[in-house]
């Protein structure tokens, strides 16, 4: 479905070198399809083209015109420039507190409640925690059950006070139950609505301001390209939060999020989701990720 740039590239190199020497020119042109590329993999138009000045910068600093093969040499330039942009190294969450506490923002149906329960197995399996799954959206007892159905499946309990209509008092007692009881992290999932409103908004600063989580994640569908971008400024904007999960991974998508989300609002993505299922949940790895929106 996608052409692969490493392929494009070769290509736009084998015709220049049918002609004799590769000039500036020619590697304007083939920035072209870096471009191409990476809108195709659904990169935000602006960091697209800063990326491929970068490059550019990059090609001709390191001789790409007089190079044996100037299109490998090239691709090599891209990914790791990519893999830069995305962080370079893994970023891992810091957890200080006890009970350390990590607060789940974002849209409705992007995968929050789902990654809660992905997390909250994964720390327990990996990383020994004892944790407490909490239900606070007020609005959808749906979202209550689901999120018990998780607890259940990965054997974590999830505290919710079922008449409350407070989300900032469940999650202040939720951190009081876990306190009480030993439970040394806490994952406060929270409401989503479809789109972003003022009341949402307000409502997961306040419970963000009254818990002082360790870890504010923000988690956004990966399927949902650009408007991503915009949800994460928005998201950022109110809640500075420590860092992005991209979910759906598995789909059918290059993942150009990644790259827009990181470069605009300058925060690590920390996990990725790949599927429905509880275990698949993996830390985000920034070259792997340049290897995927290069195809
Ligand atoms: P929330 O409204 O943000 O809590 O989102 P949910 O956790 O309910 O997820 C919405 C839908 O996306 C559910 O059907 C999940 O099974 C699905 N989902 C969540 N994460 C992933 C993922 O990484 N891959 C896929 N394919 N589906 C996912």
């Known amino acids: 479905m996608f052409d692969n740039l490493s392929e494009r590239l070769e290509r736009s190199f084998k015709i220049l070198k049918g002609e004799g020497k590769i000039t500036e020119i020619n ?8 471009r191409r590329a990476l809108l195709d993999a659904d990169v935000n138009y602006k960091v697209a ?16 015109l007089t190079a044996v093969k100037p299109s490998q040499l090239m691709v090599k330039i891209v990914h790791d420039e990519l893999t830069k942009l995305m962080g370079g190294d893994t970023a891992e969450i ?8 990590i607060l789940m923002s974002g849209l409705q149906g992007s995968g ?8 909250a197995r994964m ?6 925690r ?15 059950e689901q999120l018990k159905v998780l607890g259940q499946q990965v054997e974590v309990p999830v505290y919710c006070e079922m008449d409350s209509k407070d989300p900032v ?25 479809l789109a972003i409103d003022e009341q949402m908004m307000n409502e997961i600063e306040a419970i963000k301001n009254a818990i002082n989580p360790d870890e504010t994640l923000f988690v956004v569908d990966a399927m949902t390209g650009q408007d991503a971008v915009n949800t994460a400024r928005e998201f950022n904007e109110r809640l500075d939060f420590n860092g992005v999960v991209l979910t759906k991974l598995d789909g059918d998508t290059r993942g150009g999020a990644a790259l827009s989300i990181r470069t605009v609002v300058n ?6 989701g790949t599927g429905e299922k509880l275990d698949a949940v993996d830390q985000f790895h920034p070259a792997r990720m340049a290897d995927r929106i290069l195809g």
């Open 123 to 128: 720390l327990k399996t990996k990383k020994n």
């Open 169 to 193: 008092q469940i999650a202040l007692h939720a951190i009081q139950e876990a306190k009480a009881k030993g439970y040394d992290l806490v994952i406060v999932d929270t409401a989503g609505r």
């Open 27 to 34: 590697v304007a042109e083939t920035l072209k399809d870096v």
């Open 49 to 64: 083209k800063s990326f491929t000045d970068t490059v550019k910068e990059k090609a001709l600093g390191q001789n790409v």
């Open 267 to 272: 925060k690590p993505i920390k996990f990725v």
């Open 94 to 101: 810091e957890l200080k507190n006890r009970p350390a506490v």
């Open 112 to 119: 929050k409640t789902t990654f809660s329960g992905k997390l």
């Open 130 to 144: 004892k944790p407490l799954l909490v239900a606070c959206d007020v609005y959808r007892p749906a979202a209550i």
